[in-house]
């Protein structure tokens, strides 16, 4: 039966590849399709190559509002989970009694999708929600704040980064937890005979150790966060424009899928400038020396 098997895929030398097949399938199906057709839709028209669309992506009135506010939530959700994360990580590498339990609870919006959360939030934030009703029976308000409302755009702003903040933060935390448990007991044995202690192991060495871990969750929230969507949506609607909720607006609403696909492909090309920067600028000292 192996001399079959190894007959029907060829040599041994082969066998990874062919297991490697089904992964390929799907990144080619479900990802390297998808992307040639959304290049295809952005340049190509019916007269041919043209950059009509990216000229009319430009030209729409939200698009540079679109534009601030898709970096405005990336550069303060990420910083901000980053810090997050990084206490929540350190807190359960500890060991203490009770800290896989925390796991558990720190880890609980993992399972929860993005517009479900969005309206949890929007529950908490609405004119009649959880946030006003506290805060009236506690005597502080003595009517509701809009919170979600053009008249108070900074406190829209900062429900979508709370919402955010609370989502995804734990999508960090893992990575930074799987990062510390692959760091040695013995360098920080030796941090600590050397008299490194407190925020001294911390800054000197557990966050040099860590920084390949940091420069995979920073990419990925980083990615996530410039395509944050669906909490926008659900608590801000159009209040707050986001590169992402352009790009449904123009293919569900306004029907031209051209635009959406303007809008998609300059989220790709942003993506992937903030990969090159975080792959550029914080590699690990072993890298540096193997150039």
């Not at 430009?58 to 970096?71: C, E, G, P, Y």
């Not at 502080?140 to 900062?158: A, M, V």
Request: aromatic share 16%; no cysteine; net charge positive.
């Amino acid at each position: 039966m192996n001399e079959r098997l190894r007959k029907l895929l060829g040599t041994d030398t082969l066998l990874p590849y062919w297991l490697l097949l089904p992964t390929l399938i799907f990144i080619g199906v479900f990802f390297l399709m998808p992307l040639f057709k959304a290049v295809g839709l952005a340049f190509y028209g019916k007269d041919g190559f043209t950059l009509a669309y990216f000229e009319k992506m430009i030209s729409d009135v939200r698009f540079f509002d679109a534009l601030k506010f898709t970096f405005l939530f990336a550069i303060t959700i990420v910083p901000l989970q980053v810090v997050t994360a990084l206490a929540m990580a350190l807190l359960l590498n500890s060991g203490f009694r009770g800290s896989r339990f925390f796991l558990y609870i720190f880890a609980l919006p993992l399972g929860i999708a993005d517009l479900a959360a969005g309206l949890i939030w929007l529950s908490i934030f609405t004119h009649r929600g959880f946030l006003n009703s506290i805060l009236y029976a506690l005597g502080i308000i003595d009517r509701p704040i809009h919170y979600l409302s053009y008249q108070n755009i900074n406190y829209t702003f900062l429900s979508v980064v709370a919402a955010e903040h609370w989502r995804a933060t734990a999508i960090v935390m893992v990575i930074l937890v799987a990062g510390l448990q692959m760091i040695s007991k013995d360098y920080l044995e030796a941090a600590e005979v050397l008299g490194a202690r407190g925020w001294k192991k911390i800054w000197y060495v557990i966050l040099p150790l860590l920084k390949p871990s940091l420069q995979s969750a920073l990419i990925i929230r980083t990615i996530f966060a410039l395509q944050t969507f669906a909490v926008v949506l659900a608590l801000a609607g159009q209040i707050t424009p986001v590169l992402a909720g352009e790009a449904y607006f123009w293919q569900f609403l306004y029907r031209n899928p051209h635009v959406a696909s303007a809008y998609a492909v300059l989220l790709m090309v942003i993506s992937i400038a903030m990969t090159w920067v975080y792959l550029r600028y914080l590699r690990s000292r072993t890298e540096v020396i193997r150039e």
